[in-house]
Every structure is written in structure tokens, then in C-alpha cells.
């Protein structure tokens, strides 16, 4: 097999300079694959909408869900909230042929493998704090004093679990049973929304915001579970970083107000994932 291993996160529809960049993402082959980290939109038809066009032009999609997914947003006519949202953006994917992390795990036969590639749903538990506090309550303290709040705290809803980090518990067990039954012999790609550590979150110009950004209930998996490359997004500041000697890749695209000035008009927003980028920082 001949193809490549793209990535790509945070395509944020909504926008209609990225929908005409999500519009225009093109394989290079016709054995590329493409891993999609998370927020497409948060219009669950638009999502379905974006996923079956890249299915058409992908041999193989793979995708994770962000938090914008998973938004039940005033201008939605699909008032799904929490796991019964993720739910039926389980359901419609795998209608298009779109692997989540729901489905069995695939295995990358291409250039670099093989490796096992794992979607990860995961959440956000606070635990990455505000500078300076103690507790969940002291770090959303924090940042609702500097006005750097999440709009998960509104629209994000973890029905049926009482709480958004109760959530992200309960798929973080079920999720590290499943990688630790994966055959050890295999290394991995690891997909996530959010990343896997909280160090991707130390550059962030609110520091505040790493709360919603991750878990370290997930610190060691990318060693434990033999990743090659941890792709994420979230943070809209897309960058190759090794850490414990596994290589990071943060792929999004973001909002247009921050891609246009470093990327132009026409952004190359495909990452191949298994490349050894130049300038590893």
C-alpha cells in the first residue's frame, strides 16, 4: 500500500472560509486515509454533511469527536444532548463508513506500519488547573474571574452522567480497557480532540483554558499504549512536539481569524501524520 496518513482537526464549518477549505481537502491518492480529530461543526447535519463528502474522497475515515460535536446549539434543529448525541453521531458516521471509537480498531497497512490506529473519546475532567488553585471549583473560579470560560459550561451537556468530568471518567475506563487488550506487539496512532497531556497547554495565552483541554488520568498512555504519533486539536495551535520520545501532532485547522495571517488565503490544512517533520520542536 501505497498511501498516506493524513490528519486534520477543528474544520469549524460554521464559517464559510472553512467550509470552502474543508470543501477543497483532496487525497493524494487513492489509498490515502484521513483521521478527522474532532470538531467539524457544531450543526450535527453539517457534521454528517462534511464526514460523508470526505468519505467519498478517502478510502478510509477515521473520526473522534470534539467538543463542538457535541454542543447542543440554539441553532440546531437536532436537540440531542450528551451521550445520546455522541451516540447518533456514532450511528450516522458508521452509515458513511466512518470508523469512531466505537468501532474495532483499524490497523494502518501503509508506509510506517503496521500500526494499530485508535479514535479516542475522552473529555476533560478540570484537572488540568488555573495557575495557582487547588480544586475544580477554585480553577472555574479563576477563570470565570478573567472571563476566559469555556462555552462547554452552557452548551455541552453530559446527560445522562451528573457532570462533564463524571463523563469523561466513565470513557476514560472503558477506553483504557480497550487499548490495554490491543495486541502488544502493535504500536499505535492515537487519536484524540484533546491531548493526552496537559504540556501542549503551557503555550496557551490563557492559561486558564487547559481545564477544559484534557485529563491526567491519560499522562502516561501515549508510552503505555506505544504510540508512534499523538494526533489532538482543540488548541487551535497547530504544531509537531515530541514528548518522552513519541512525537505530538496537532492538526487543526481553527478559526479563520487565526490561520489567515501564518497560513494565507488558501491553507494546507492536511497534515501526514507518519512524516518526521522538519523543525521538531
Not at 106 to 124: N, S, T
Not at 146 to 153: F, Y
Not at 210 to 216: D, L, R, S, V, Y
Amino acid at each position: 500500500m501505497s498511501g498516506t496518513l493524513f490528519a486534520v482537526s477543528d474544520l469549524h464549518v460554521s464559517y464559510s472560509a472553512n467550509r470552502q477549505v474543508a470543501d477543497a481537502l483532496r487525497p493524494e491518492s487513492d489509498e490515502d486515509w484521513l483521521l478527522v480529530a474532532g470538531d467539524v461543526g457544531e450543526i450535527f447535519d453539517e457534521v454528517v454533511e462534511v464526514l460523508r463528502m470526505l468519505s467519498r474522497r478517502f478510502a478510509k475515515v477515521i473520526w473522534a469527536p470534539g467538543n463542538h460535536e457535541l454542543w447542543t446549539h440554539p441553532q440546531d434543529p437536532v436537540r440531542l444532548r450528551g451521550d445520546d448525541r455522541y451516540r447518533a453521531l456514532v450511528e450516522a458516521s458508521r452509515e458513511l463508513g466512518v470508523l469512531t471509537p466505537e468501532d474495532d480498531y483499524a490497523v494502518w497497512p501503509g508506509e510506517g506500519g503496521p500500526l494499530l490506529i485508535a479514535p479516542l473519546f475522552l473529555l476533560y475532567d478540570y484537572s488540568f488547573r488555573a495557575p495557582g488553585t487547588r480544586t475544580k471549583s477554585e480553577s472555574l473560579q479563576y477563570a470565570y474571574d478573567t472571563g476566559v470560560v469555556c462555552s462547554d459550561e452552557v452548551l455541552l451537556h453530559p446527560d445522562p452522567y451528573p457532570s462533564r468530568e463524571a463523563w469523561c471518567r466513565a470513557r476514560v475506563t472503558e477506553t483504557e480497557r480497550r487499548l490495554a487488550a490491543v495486541d502488544p506487539a502493535l504500536h499505535t496512532v492515537l487519536v484524540s480532540h484533546w491531548p493526552l497531556i496537559r504540556r501542549p497547554t503551557e503555550v496557551l495565552r490563557y492559561p486558564e483554558f487547559a481545564q477544559w483541554c484534557g485529563t491526567e488520568l491519560t499522562a502516561d498512555w501515549h508510552v503505555r499504549f506505544r504510540a508512534e504519533v499523538a494526533v489532538y486539536g482543540h488548541l487551535h495551535i497547530p504544531r509537531s512536539t515530541v514528548h518522552d520520545g513519541v512525537r505530538f501532532e496537532e492538526v487543526s485547522l481553527g478559526y479563520p481569524r487565526e490561520w489567515r495571517p501564518r497560513r494565507g488565503d488558501t491553507p494546507r490544512a492536511l497534515r501526514a501524520v507518519l512524516d518526521v517533520p522538519a523543525g521538531v520542536r
